[in-house]
């Protein structure tokens, strides 16, 4: 009997896969849910008690999460992930993880092919896909959701016939939580102008009184909250206990998905923000000015990457290897000051903080250079602009030119 591996959400989609693979082509289904840090003991135990009432037998629950954070939470830290400014890449970021994680097991029990639930119209097809076609080539991947476009009523049906009685109510809204944040999706992300209601958010605003929080990094990575150490891991589950009920990390993202359409999700990712922004104001006090240049570039390069599941391309492990280099100094305390709806980076203290530099202080006192040599370095700076200038008639920024253009446009 040839073995298929089903990626296993346990909803609707997935369970039709589970008795189709089953009934209609006959495998053998090893069906995996794969943890990227959002799963909590009970959702475990409840995954696995759904794969045997659809009769499937052999069912694992794959922890990624410490991996999750080594091989990519880290890196997007160390970039200072944002896309579009916005999203810290929460789901995006986790599923390449969960791709990996299931074509490992899938060649690891020999199996023949492996499925998931995608629709035709998300991004998430294109990740698990790209990611079984690399890894596993020879294998066949099977999705009949997408393949057979149907209706969700289709699916019900077709589960009724094989006995599987359940309520298959659509959720209003579709959550996705992992440890770098969570996904919200609803009536009102499918629209422009609606913003989500309150209520649809996983975590309510309880807090009103500020909280002043300490957050230490080493090298890039952080290693204390309030003073005590931890795994970063822990450290990020611990600052999203404390930033979310504050409604820190909400927001709306409207993007570029894989497929050419522009999609919009609702997400709260208060760890993530709040460590993002902490970890860039460390930066901007430790580290050099084409440094911070060049990280911004290669951070968004390997966002976007990330994004639409390239993550096994090799540029990939050229970019974590720069952006691991930018990291030696960064190393210090940032303090963040928490509030309804928002938070501040108040400040930071570093034993590389340039800022305390004894060459001089911004709009004070010069210690390492005199008024010459500012008259000489400006002389100098002026050279190039002055020459281009000189083959003009007139100056390239003048009164004139300006009257011109304002004429024209009249």
Request: net charge negative; proline share 3%.
């Amino acid at each position: 009997m040839k073995k298929v591996v089903l990626a296993f959400s346990g909803g609707l989609d997935t369970s039709y896969c589970a008795i189709y693979l089953a009934k209609n082509l006959g495998y053998e289904v090893h069906s995996v849910a794969v943890n990227a840090g959002g799963f909590d003991a009970e959702e475990v135990d409840d995954l696995a008690a759904k794969a045997v009432e659809l009769g499937i037998q052999d069912h694992l629950c794959l922890d990624v999460e410490q991996k999750f954070y080594d091989h990519g939470i880290r890196y997007l830290l160390f970039g200072n992930v944002l896309k579009n400014h916005a999203y810290p890449l929460s789901v995006s970021a986790e599923r390449v993880f969960q791709a990996v994680a299931i074509v490992e097991y899938a060649k690891k029990i020999g199996a023949d092919a492996i499925a998931h639930g995608s629709t035709g119209a998300g991004n998430d097809q294109v990740r698990f896909d790209l990611v079984f076609q690399i890894m596993a080539p020879e294998m066949e991947i099977i999705t009949p959701i997408r393949d057979q476009r149907l209706s969700r009523e289709q699916e019900v049906e077709f589960l009724q016939q094989h006995g599987i009685e359940k309520s298959w109510e659509r959720a209003k809204y579709s959550i996705n939580k992992g440890l770098w944040g969570t996904s919200v999706g609803g009536a009102e992300t499918l629209t422009s102008h609606l913003p989500l209601p309150e209520f649809a958010w996983p975590s309510p605003i309880t807090k009103t009184e500020t909280n002043r929080i300490e957050i230490e990094f080493e090298q890039g990575e952080p290693v204390r909250l309030n003073g005590e150490r931890m795994n970063p891991v822990q450290l990020i589950k611990k600052l999203d206990a404390l930033a979310s009920p504050y409604g820190i990390g909400r927001n709306h993202h409207v993007g570029d998905t894989i497929i050419g359409i522009k999609g919009r999700v609702g997400y709260e990712a208060a760890a993530p923000i709040v460590l993002i922004e902490s970890h860039r104001t460390l930066e901007k006090h430790c580290l050099a000015k084409w440094q911070l240049y060049w990280k911004d570039q290669m951070g968004e390069w390997y966002g976007m990457m990330m994004h639409e599941g390239q993550f096994l391309d090799p540029v990939m492990r050229d970019i974590e290897t720069f952006l691991e280099s930018t990291q030696k100094r960064v190393s210090g305390k940032v303090f963040v000051r928490l509030h309804p709806g928002y938070f501040e980076v108040q400040g930071v203290e570093s034993t590389f903080d340039m800022l305390q530099s004894d060459a001089g202080q911004y709009g004070e006192m010069n210690q390492g250079w005199t008024g010459e040599e500012v008259k000489g370095f400006t002389k100098i700076l002026s050279n190039s602009t002055q020459i281009y200038n000189s083959m003009e008639k007139e100056p390239a920024f003048s009164n004139q030119h300006h009257k011109n253009k304002s004429d024209s446009s009249e």
